[in-house]
Nanobody, 123 residues
């Protein structure tokens, strides 16, 4: 199993970034997926999750209405569109594979992670 995130970088407050996660080594369409983030000195926290076919999504309250999770099963890819970015969104963003059949927001329900991509929001 391999998950590789990309698309992070520096953005100004109010700006946008699109993160991608390339999956390989497993049948991507069989697994719900999710995004988490970790800021320096803080625990890894849930951002968003998506069902196997993309019909169900869940979001943390802090990003609801600003971030959109999506997936392309034909490309084995997971995405996170981030709009109206705020300084508090600054963190290392990870994509993860869920162990169960439905989208999950708890860390223990994920079994594989990528290496992360850094997002910094600053003027």
């Amino acid at each position: 199993v391999q998950l590789v995130e990309s698309g992070g970088g520096l953005a100004q407050p109010g700006g946008s970034l699109r993160l991608s996660c390339a999956a390989s080594g497993f049948t991507f369409s069989n697994y719900p997926m999710g995004w988490f983030r970790q800021a320096p000195g803080k625990e890894r926290e849930f951002v968003a999750a998506i069902s196997r076919r993309g019909g169900t999504t869940n979001y943390a309250d802090s990003v609801k209405g600003r971030f959109t999770i999506s997936r392309d099963n034909a490309k084995n890819a997971l995405y996170l569109q981030m709009n109206n970015l705020k300084p508090e969104d600054t963190a290392l963003y990870y994509c993860g594979r869920t162990t169960g059949w439905v989208p999950r927001s708890t860390l223990r329900d994920y079994d594989y992670w990528g290496q992360g991509t850094q997002v910094t929001v600053s003027s």
